[in-house]
Structures are given as C-alpha cells and as structure tokens.
C-alpha cells in the first residue's frame, strides 16, 4: 500500500479517527470550555457533547480549527495538508484542484488555511551564545506579464528578510518599506543575546550588534572568508532563496503582496521540519495538523489579508 492510498487519505471515517488521536492525545478536549476527557460520543459518528454542567455544547474534531465549517471532505484535507508538506516546492492550487477533483476556488482556499497552520504562533529566539545565525534580504521581481501592473501599484518590489541558524531553522519576515530599518527590528527581535550574526557588507548591518559578535563577508569580492568565529557567509540564506523563489517560478509563478507572509510560512515550515532534522513526509504533515487549532480563517478574510 502506497501513502497516498492509506485509509485516512480515502476514507472520511479513518481521516476523522486519525485527526481525533493527533489532536487529542490524552481524550476528547472540548474547544468551547476546554475540558479533557469528559465528552461522551452522540448517534451522529464523530460528534461529541461535553458532559460538564456549564458546558453541555457539541463538537467534532473540526470544531476551532482552519476545517470548521468546511463542506470539503475530511480526508481530502489531510490529503492536500500531505501533498503540500510533502512537495519541497509546494503544490499550485490549479494542480490540487485536479489530484483533489474539487473546484480551483476551493482548492486556493484550502492551500491557503493550510499555509496558516504552517504559522507558529509564538517563536522563541534564534541562535545562542556561539552559535551563527545569516541573516540576508532579498527582492522578488515581478514577472514580464504582471511587471507594469505590479510597478504601477506598488512602485517596487517585494522584498523580505530571512534568518538562517547555521544547519539549523529559518524564519522569514516581510519587508513593507525601503531601507533597512525593518531588516535590523527583525534581526534585534529574533536573535538570542550572544549570537554571533553572519551578513553580506551592507551598511544598513553595522553597529546592530555588540563588538565581536557580527561578521560580514564582501560579495564583490568573495564568497566567503576565515575568521575566529569560523566560516563567513551567508550561503545558507542565500541557498533558501533560490529555493523559494525557483518554487514562485515553477511552481506557485505569481505571488500576490498581501499573501506573501503566508507562502513564506509555507516554506520556513518546510526547511524546519526536513529530513535532515528528522522529519519525513508523514511527521511534517502531522506538525502541521497540529497547527490547525485557532486559525479560523474565511474567504473574505484571505482575500483582505496583509503581509505582516
């Protein structure tokens, strides 16, 4: 039996029980009032009533979740939830529509509240005393085919910042204004004290962190260089652009500015989560189940988002 055959991905029953162990673990937990363990199952398969006298609401599994309220089968969410963990440059939603035989409309809102899940809500500061974080921007030029459009509306390009622990985590952050003034907020906001931070020459870098701890290597005239803080460079930044970007490409071809965080999601989540730091396929799917709770998200709602 190949994955993508397996119960859960085909079956509603089997997708529902599997959903139910990943997000409750230790039993039913009521998403109204918060109880664990004291829900009884009602005739309707899959539907719980919260047994505490204050409470007394029903629920399912989708209850609070990015799912809730979705007519969109269960088993086809988990379904689009492992293709799109699973494709290193993620999946169009033109192509998911077409695995799936569900609408375009559909499967671009899908694609969508699954890239939130992919968020983390709260981040704990990268790098540490001794260790090397890159740090590297880049822009996002817009293609031939949108580039007057584009230009006419924004007046340049998209750019974001990305944070890179040397053999370790990335996290991106948009870029809304020029300059570089955001680039060092983000630097400041998400590196631990004692990091030592690797960077291309720019100026905007210099005097963002204490003597002995920044590094910088000329582009123009190296690729990298010996120091006592070891190798500088910023290759591994420099690597995950190429990688989103050659996903923008071939793979997702326009980005819309307001959806740019979440595609950026899309791919930190990813990096974080590859074979290399021990997670396959399955276990990235299931970090990202995971993170369905409290990401409701409506269609109205996507459509207005702003990068953030």
């Known amino acids: 039996m190949t994955k993508l055959s397996a119960p859960y991905f085909t079956n509603e029953d089997a997708a529902r029980e599997y959903l139910e162990k ?6 039913t937990v009521c998403p ?10 009602t005739k309707r398969p899959g539907k719980y009533r919260c047994a505490e006298k204050e409470c007394r609401k ?4 989708k209850v609070g979740t990015v799912f809730e309220d979705s007519k969109i089968p269960l ?3 988990l379904l689009a939830a492992y293709l799109l963990c699973s494709s290193k440059k993620g999946m169009s939603s033109h192509q998911l529509h077409r695995t799936l035989e569900i609408t375009y409309k559909s499967a671009w809102f899908m694609t969508h509240r699954i890239r939130e899940a992919m968020k983390t809500g709260t981040f704990s500061p990268m790098g540490g005393p001794g260790q090397i974080v ?3 921007e880049t822009e996002i030029t817009p293609s031939r085919k949108t580039w007057k459009a584009t230009r006419a509306k924004r007046g340049d390009n998209m750019r974001f910042v990305a944070l890179v622990e040397r053999g370790g985590s990335v996290r991106s952050r948009v870029i809304d204004e020029r300059g570089m003034g955001q680039v060092r907020a983000a630097v400041r906001h998400n590196l631990a004290p004692g990091t030592i931070l ?25 690729f990298a260089r010996d120091s006592n803080n070891g190798k500088v460079y910023t290759n591994s930044a420099e690597g995950y652009f190429s990688l989103f970007k050659r996903g923008l490409v071939g793979t997702y071809q326009h980005i819309g500015e307001q959806h740019l965080s979440r595609y950026l999601a899309e791919f930190d989540f990813r990096m974080n989560h590859r074979v290399k730091l021990g997670f396959d396929d399955m276990a990235r799917t299931d970090k990202a ?13 996507i459509n207005q988002a702003q990068a953030v």
Not at 206 to 218: D, F, S, Y
Not at 289 to 301: A, N, Q, S, V
């Open 22 to 27: 990943l997000r409750w673990p230790h039993g």
């Open 32 to 41: 109204h009032c918060g109880t664990v363990g004291k829900a009884y199952a």
């Open 58 to 61: 029903d629920f399912t599994v």
């Open 75 to 77: 088993h086809k969410w």
């Open 134 to 136: 890159e740090a590297d």
């Open 198 to 222: 690797h960077t291309d020459s720019a100026q905007g870098y210099k005097g963002l962190m204490p003597i002995g701890q920044h590094e910088a290597v000329n582009h123009s005239k190296q």
């Open 289 to 301: 189940l995971l993170g369905i709770e409290g990401k409701r998200l409506t269609y109205r709602r």
